[in-house]
C-alpha cells in the first residue's frame, strides 16, 4: 500500500511558476512508476506527466511540454512537479498517482492516488 499527500497548490498569475510535492508512505514508492494527472471543472481528468522508478524514462503530455518538469527523490519518497509560465488553461486539481498496469495515460490504469491539490491560474 502506498499512500500520496500532495502540497504546494494555490493561486497564481499567468507566467509564474509552481512546484507541486506528493509525499509518499511506504517502502515500496521507489520502485513504482509516479505520474501527474489534472482535473479541471466539468472535463475528464487528464494525463500530465509519468517517470519511470530510476528517472530513466519521462513523458508529457504535449500541452505542458517545455513548461513542466517531474522529478522524484526516491531516498525522501517525493516526487515532484515543477510547473513554469503557467496559463489559465492549466487550472485545475492536480493529482500525483503511482504504479500502473496498462496505459499511463488512462488514469483506470493507476493504482494509487493522493487527495489532490488546486492549482488556479489568472489571467
Known amino acids: 500500500q502506498v499512500q500520496l499527500v500532495e502540497s504546494g497548490g494555490g493561486l497564481v498569475q499567468a507566467g509564474d511558476s509552481l512546484r507541486l510535492s506528493c509525499a509518499a508512505s511506504?517502502?515500496?514508492?521507489?520502485?513504482?512508476?509516479v505520474g501527474w494527472f489534472r482535473q479541471a471543472p466539468g472535463k475528464d481528468r487528464e494525463f500530465v506527466t509519468t517517470?519511470?522508478?530510476?528517472?530513466?524514462?519521462?513523458f508529457y503530455a504535449d500541452s505542458v511540454k517545455g513548461r513542466f518538469t517531474i522529478s522524484r527523490d526516491n531516498a525522501k519518497n517525493t516526487a515532484y512537479l515543477q510547473m513554469n509560465s503557467l496559463k489559465p488553461e492549466d487550472t485545475a486539481v492536480y493529482y500525483c498517482?503511482?504504479?500502473?498496469?496498462?496505459?499511463?495515460?488512462?488514469?483506470?490504469?493507476?493504482?494509487?492516488w493522493g487527495q489532490g491539490t488546486q492549482v488556479t491560474v489568472s489571467s
Open positions: 498517482t503511482a504504479d500502473v498496469d496498462g496505459s499511463w495515460k488512462e488514469p483506470r490504469d493507476w493504482a494509487y
Open positions: 511506504g517502502r515500496a514508492f521507489s520502485s513504482y512508476p
Open positions: 517517470m519511470t522508478p530510476s528517472g530513466g524514462n519521462i
